[in-house]
Each structure stands twice: as structure tokens, then as C-alpha cells.
């Protein structure tokens, strides 16, 4: 198992529950007159999605013996903190500069599931 990915899936998935219910309650009038709801809403989701697979990621990793495997958490977890973070920032903020960045976490995400079934394919 590796501990680090397993750790950043769980911080994630702690991290999706408190943000939500933040952006929900306490955040939800900002986010209403931005016009943000819906990109917040995004920014959990995939967060949420990516912390089980992390957490899948860091048990799979003893199982199957491929560096893709924690190069694909790794590639998650980049992919997490700048496509969910620049989305959070931006529906706070209302800065729009920032959907210039969100592609390039969305790219790390995607980059990570590539890798993931490059490291699955690669088992015997």
C-alpha cells in the first residue's frame, strides 16, 4: 500500500465533505451572486471522485507491480489540487483568469486515469 496516496485520498475525501457543506451553507450567497454554484458543485465532485480513487490507487499499488500506478495517484492528486482548487478560487473570487488554469489539473486527472490502466495492463 502506499501510504502517501492513501492519505491524500482520505484528506480528499474529508476535505469534499467539510468544503461542500462550506460552500452550501456559509459560502452560498457569494456563490449565488457569482453565479458560481454550479463550478463549486464541480470543483467537489471531482474531488470527491478522485479521493476514492486514490484511496483505490494506494491499495492497488501492493497489489500490482507498476510505477504508473503511483505515478497515476501522484498525477491525481496535482490534478485535484489545481483543477478543484483554481475552481474554488474562482467562485469565491469571481477572478475568471483562473479557467485558464482549471484545464491543466483536468489534464493531470485525466493523465492519471492513462496511467492507471497503462499500470493495470502492464500486470500478468
Known amino acids: 500500500m502506499n501510504k502517501s496516496i492513501l492519505i491524500a485520498g482520505s484528506v480528499f475525501g474529508l476535505l469534499t465533505v467539510v468544503v ?3 460552500g452550501a451553507h456559509a459560502l452560498h450567497v457569494t ?3 457569482n453565479g458560481r454554484i454550479d463550478t463549486f458543485e464541480t470543483a467537489v465532485k471531482y474531488q470527491g471522485i ?3 480513487a486514490l484511496l483505490i490507487i494506494g491499495v ?4 500490482v507491480d507498476s510505477s504508473k500506478i503511483i505515478y497515476a495517484g501522484y498525477s491525481m492528486v496535482i490534478g485535484v489540487l489545481i483543477f478543484s482548487g483554481s475552481l474554488y478560487i474562482l467562485s ?3 477572478m475568471t483568469f483562473l479557467g485558464a488554469i482549471t484545464p491543466i489539473g483536468g489534464l493531470f486527472m485525466i493523465a492519471g486515469w492513462v496511467l492507471l490502466i497503462l499500470g493495470i495492463l502492464k500486470t500478468k
Open 60 to 63: 492497488l499499488s501492493e497489489k
Open 50 to 52: 478522485h479521493a476514492l
Open 92 to 94: 469565491i473570487t469571481n
Open 31 to 33: 456563490l449565488l451572486e
Open 20 to 22: 461542500g457543506a462550506f
